[in-house]
């Protein structure tokens, strides 16, 4: 049985009886949160399987992260990781996505962490070209975006607005050059998101836009790859709590960001204003799954 250490004594690790040593060191480890969603977990994790073995020649493990469910989600998981040797389920007693990614990516020993929505809302299709940069070491972090020139959204106005208004905050506020925080659809070179766990306060929603700010502020290279996206009409996320925790979390990386850099420069300096960066700039990779610009 493949054993970890949770990161919170509560965690349970559930693998597979017998894993094939395929499965014990994969290259790649594909983190799904989930907080009650029987419904839809079983299907997308076959979805998900099928593809990977398809597309893919290297191992790669698909790890169900149950947040605190009180509907048959952890049953559900747990049989699929009876029958399937590349699933493994973590349990966690507590909500939050943040937390479940930072339980899962810490105890992770595949050379990629990466994590996706449930529901599949991005295109599996955008997969190779979120992984094999990393795999590559041509970039650090891969993120799909809905806002990159290339990719194709299909959701209500409101969803939109507020995604972009989030976005042209993030870039006013933080300066930051990456073009859409939120999109469930993110991976990483294991050393560099071990690192920055630690340094990341968020638990929640808001776990994605710090630890992209904190990779950017430590000049990591972040790729993006434009996705076709398709919202979940049963998506149960509270958009507007999530906004107003979202711009708590912006002002937090504010304050946080004008106190070191006054520590830096000593007492009496003023702080530098935030300047939005240049979503061209170098320390960007902006290509589709083609390896062409987007």
């Known amino acids: 049985m493949n054993t970890t250490s949770p990161r919170h004594p509560t965690d349970t690790l559930v693998s597979p009886p017998t894993p094939t040593p395929a499965t014990s060191t994969p290259a790649v480890e594909i983190v799904i949160p989930v907080h009650n969603e029987e419904q839809i977990l079983n299907s997308s994790v076959r979805l998900l399987r099928a593809y990977l073995q398809r597309e893919f020649n290297f191992a790669v493990r698909i790890t169900v992260a149950d947040n605190a469910s009180t509907d048959r989600t952890l049953e559900v998981a747990q049989g699929l990781a009876r029958e399937l040797p590349e699933i493994a389920v973590l349990h966690l007693e507590r909500k939050g996505r943040g937390r479940a990614l930072r339980a899962a990516w810490s105890a992770s020993e595949a050379d990629v962490l990466a994590y996706m929505d449930v529901d599949l809302s991005s295109d599996l299709a955008a997969l190779p070209g979120l992984l094999l940069p990393l795999l590559q070491a041509r970039a650090d972090i891969a993120i799909g975006s809905r806002l990159a020139p290339g990719a194709e959204v299909t959701r209500k106005a409101k969803r939109e607005l507020i995604s972009r208004s989030y976005n042209l905050l993030l870039r006013n506020v933080l300066g930051v050059g ?97 300047t939005p960066r240049n979503p061209q700039a170098p320390t960007h990779s902006r290509r589709g799954v083609s390896g062409q610009a987007a």
């Open 178 to 274: 990456f073009s859409d925080a939120q999109c469930g659809f993110k991976a990483g070179r294991r050393e560099v998101i071990q690192a920055l766990l630690d340094e990341v306060q968020d638990d929640s929603w808001f776990f994605d836009t710090e630890l992209l700010y904190l990779a950017e502020r430590s000049s990591l290279t972040i790729h993006e790859v434009p996705v076709r996206w398709v919202e979940d009409p049963d998506s149960r996320v509270d958009i507007l709590a999530t906004a107003w925790e979202d711009v708590r979390g912006v002002l937090r990386l504010r304050r946080r960001t004008h106190e070191e850099d006054h520590h830096r420069r000593g007492p009496g300096s003023a702080p530098t204003p935030a």
